[in-house]
């Protein structure tokens, strides 16, 4: 088995795991024997799949003609002269369906056709995820049962009626919070009870390996397209840093993948620290987690001292998660990136700002990068694209019109 | 030697485990209930330790373990409530949980409890094999508890030799693809596949579980392997105050009404 803790190779390794699917130390399968054989389905056959000409081939018609691929890399102007630099927004807001999401359920509906699957599964805490998962089950003609928390059901109303209207069944899963995890949960029972017509389309890069990297590397597309527009915007491929929102984390391991052995540039992930990280009220799991097993992988996971996962809380439904994608982890522990909680209040007032700066209404969960602007300080002459990961739609509850 | 290997060695058909969530009904209840378990005629008792997201587990084991959450209950507590149970009973005791609170407890420091108190083996379903392998094994050897594996109707024979092979005390054989709790009836396919199991020679005996709820799906286990593990059933005849007794009573019916009683 491969090291990918070589420090002689740097952190390139760190973009990919090993073959049991451990990031340094965070990652791994740990799933009950009933999901063993569909992981191992998946394992054993992701990387031959989604390297195959045909799959490629397919996969990038579909993003560049369904999905709308590549989106801009848009040089923000008036955001730039507020905060004394250079900001470029990647508007993975202009995806079909309002988010990056769709890159990655494009890719796996694609692999669920390889593997022979009719019946396709997936969690949703924004709704975006599943979303985009009804649509390309609504391209491919596959049924499509999406679990959601009941407490997001109500406040991501708008998403709910888009899955129901491109035939999804949208099932509330009713169990703790009511939000993310819990639908998670609902999703892997949902897999245990149906393992050999069934594909799970996760939306971030948590779950069992092989989960994390497939959905990296499907996601990889965002950093693949930023080195070619920066590199013809401003003549460089490669920014000084690099800012997204992470919840599981798969907007900003997309963003974050192409970049990562270039030490040269910044990771910054920003989490959504609720009401604030010591209010008990929080989603941030990298300033308070340790490591530890959800959803069966190693990562750091905000939980009890008697190892019992902690209720998480954030304004942003697709960042209330007590857990982080275990690249991110790893990302952390070897330094190679930086991750800061920001506040509900803060997120909002991003995404008024940009509104009002640059007419785009960011999704809640994109807002929270944005904040890392007011956070973080810039040279003048520095170059930093901020992920723009979603559009605000489906948030104008939480924005009220103010 | 341990009172799993005792028990094998003395009996190896119609063997009842009985499953119950530690801390529930009443949080320090747990030592009692193994007691009327034993007294009633559970051949084996395993105390599931309850976590937060019961990935694995029906509506009844989420419920039961939220609840015993709620009430306090840890592993830490359920080794309080274990210290001195040996000295009530000897049957055969299994902690089963999933893998998180264990480790957060400390691996090492759990397994000395374990033997401290007197539990015989560990089920840990979302313990990779490999993993095991290269950081629980020579623990759970140094103090004596038998791991106890999962295999399913979608396990390879290859793999279910693995486990097998791995396993020390008995096999447990999840009877459908199922989240426990579920199920109505063992059908053929499932017969057949108890049999294949049978049929295989395993180093360790193997007990059926999930889904087994009647008399009927017990004696239907018990008919192709050594025996069937009873949970949610057993956890819902809690909730109705049904005594453990009665419970096994009724589980283990003779096959033939005895009309003169």
Same mark, same amino acid.
């Given at each position: ?61 579909? &993003? ?289 700002? &940009? ?14 990068? &944005? ?32 | ?12 058909? $119609? ?13 320090? $209840? ?7 378990? =034993? ?73 000395? @409890? ?6 015989? $083996? ?64 063992? $059908?053929?396919? @499932?017969?057949?596949?108890? @049999? ?11 007990? =059926? ?23 949610? =059933? ?5 909730? @109705? ?21």
């Amino acid at each position: 088995m491969k090291s990918n803790t070589d420090t002689a190779t740097g952190f390139s390794s760190l973009r990919n795991p090993d073959e049991a699917g451990f990031y340094g130390p965070f990652g791994g399968a740990f799933v009950p024997e009933m999901l063993y054989p569909n992981v191992e389905e998946l394992r054993s056959k992701y990387l031959e799949i989604i390297g195959s000409e045909s799959f490629r081939r397919e996969f990038l018609n579909l &993003l560049h003609d369904y999905a709308g691929r590549p989106t801009p890399l848009y040089f923000a102007k008036r955001l730039s002269e507020k905060y004394n630099t250079h900001v470029y927004l990647k508007r993975e807001d202009l995806c079909h369906t309002g988010a990056h999401k769709i890159n990655n359920t494009i890719g796996q509906i694609l692999l669920a056709r390889h593997l022979g699957k009719h019946r396709i599964i997936a969690e949703t805490g924004a709704g975006q995820h599943g979303v985009a998962t009804a649509t390309v089950c609504a391209l491919m003609g596959m049924e499509c049962v999406v679990y959601m928390g009941a407490l997001d059901i109500r406040r991501q109303a708008p998403n709910v009626a888009r899955m129901r209207m491109l035939g999804a069944t949208v099932v509330p899963a009713t169990s703790g919070n009511q939000t993310l995890k819990d639908a998670t949960n609902e999703a892997i029972r949902d897999w245990i009870c149906n393992p050999t017509d069934t594909h799970y389309i996760i939306g971030s890069v948590v779950g069992p390996h092989p989960y994390p990297d497939l959905v990296a590397r499907l996601q990889s597309v965002i950093s693949e397209e930023m080195r070619r527009q920066l590199a013809e915007k401003t003549g460089r491929e490669t920014p000084t840093a690099i800012l997204a929102c992470v919840g599981g984390g798969s907007n900003a391991a997309g963003a974050f993948y192409h970049f990562i052995e270039e030490q040269g540039v910044k990771l910054y992930g920003a989490e959504a620290a609720g009401h604030g990280i010591h209010t008990g009220e929080t989603a941030a799991t990298i300033a308070l987690g340790k490591a530890g097993i959800l959803h069966g992988s190693l990562s750091m996971l905000m939980q009890t001292s008697d190892g019992q996962v902690v209720e998480p809380y954030s304004i942003s439904a697709g960042l209330d998660y007590p857990g982080v994608g275990p690249m991110h982890a790893a990302l952390v522990h070897f330094g190679r990136a930086t991750y800061l909680p920001v506040s509900d209040e803060q997120a909002l007032k991003s995404a008024h700002q &940009l509104a009002r700066l640059e007419g785009i209404i960011p999704a809640l969960e994109s807002a929270h990068a &944005l904040a890392l602007l007011e956070e973080l300080s810039f040279g003048k002459s520095d170059e930093v694209v901020v992920c723009l990961s979603g559009r605000g739609d489906k948030d104008m509850g939480a924005y009220g019109g103010s | 030697m341990n009172n799993l290997k005792k028990l094998f060695n003395q009996k190896n058909s $119609g063997l009842l485990a009985v499953y119950f969530t530690a801390g529930y009904p009443e949080i320090d $209840g747990t030592a009692d209930t193994i007691v009327q378990l =034993a007294k009633a005629g559970a051949d084996i008792v395993e105390v599931g330790m309850p976590f937060s997201d019961p990935l694995a587990d029906g509506p009844t084991i989420q419920q039961s373990s939220k609840k015993a959450l709620e009430q306090g209950m840890s592993i830490g507590r359920l080794f309080g409530q274990l210290a001195g149970i040996r000295a009530r009973t000897q049957v055969p005791l299994v902690l089963m949980g999933y893998l998180n609170p264990v480790l957060q407890f400390g691996l090492q420091r759990f397994c000395k @409890q374990c033997r401290e108190v007197g539990v015989d $083996g560990l089920i840990l379903p979302d313990m990779p094999l490999q993993w095991h392998e290269h950081n629980c094994k020579s623990l759970f050897e140094e103090y004596d508890l038998g791991s106890i594996f999962l295999v399913t109707p979608q396990t390879s024979g290859e793999r279910i030799r693995q486990l097998d092979e791995a396993s020390n005390g008995f096999l447990y054989a999840v009877s459908t693809s199922s989240t426990t709790g579920g199920n109505r009836g063992f $059908g053929p396919e @499932q017969q057949a596949y108890f @049999q294949r199991l049978a049929n295989m020679n395993l180093k360790n005996p193997v007990l =059926a579980g999930f889904g087994i709820s009647t008399h009927e799906d017990f004696s239907t286990v018990c008919r192709h392997l050594n025996g069937g593990v009873v949970g949610s =059933a057993f956890i819902r005849s809690q909730e @109705q105050g049904i005594a453990a007794r009665e419970f096994i009573g009724n589980l283990r019916l003779p096959d033939v009404p005895n009309l003169s009683d």
